[in-house]
């Protein structure tokens, strides 16, 4: 008897959903067939957005983070402060922008070294950012990078580039807010006792 399986149409609509991040091959087949068979899905009008955004979609020239051509809302805003915070990815932006504590400009650098994944200084917004320090654009450099041992690594090369240039700064690191002592790790509560201030 022979094996019936899905549709080759549908096996290429899993495997496509099978390629996004936090996608198993389970979850892939409930997706693409939630798509098909429900009828509040629209996967025509998903399909067109995902097009019009593939097209319309570029990296700031200036910064990195998103925009629709020319450069994006924040380094269109002459009121920012004239502070850069570096981040990994333009996705570390909008957290920051929530917030509100922020009121400066962003470098997104697009992605950390990872010798491990051959991702080299070169490979990194590395050259634009320290371009855009020479011509001024921050009395300070704000490092919010990622605490894992790649984000340290980007951060300590970073620091050594800036120093004389302008001063550096690195985001505080530790407990967070509402969270128990009883739930940190060893690195965390040393950071966070590094990191302590006057009350």
Known sequence: MARIEYP????????????????????????????LQNPRAE??????SLQQAKEEITPCPQCGFFTSGGE???????????????????????????????KGRYHCLGGK??????????????GPLLRRISEGAGTEVILALG??????ATANYLASLLRG????????????AGGGLEHA?????ARALEGRRDL
């Open 8 to 35: 080759a149409a549908v096996i290429r609509l899993i495997d496509e959903m099978k390629r996004l991040p936090g996608v198993g091959p389970r979850s892939a087949e409930r997706i693409a067939i939630w798509l």
């Open 147 to 152: 605490a894992d041992v790649e984000g340290e």
């Open 43 to 48: 996967p025509l009008a998903l399909a067109a």
């Open 185 to 189: 790790d060893a690195l965390t509560l």
């Open 72 to 102: 994006c809302a924040v380094c269109d805003d002459p009121a920012r402060e004239p502070i850069l915070c570096v981040v990994e990815q333009a996705t570390d932006v909008l957290p920051l922008e929530r917030s509100g504590a922020f």
């Open 165 to 176: 240039r302008c001063p550096v700064t690195r985001i505080a690191q530790g407990l967070p």
């Open 113 to 126: 070294l990872s010798p491990l994944d051959n991702v080299t200084p070169d490979d990194l917004r590395i």
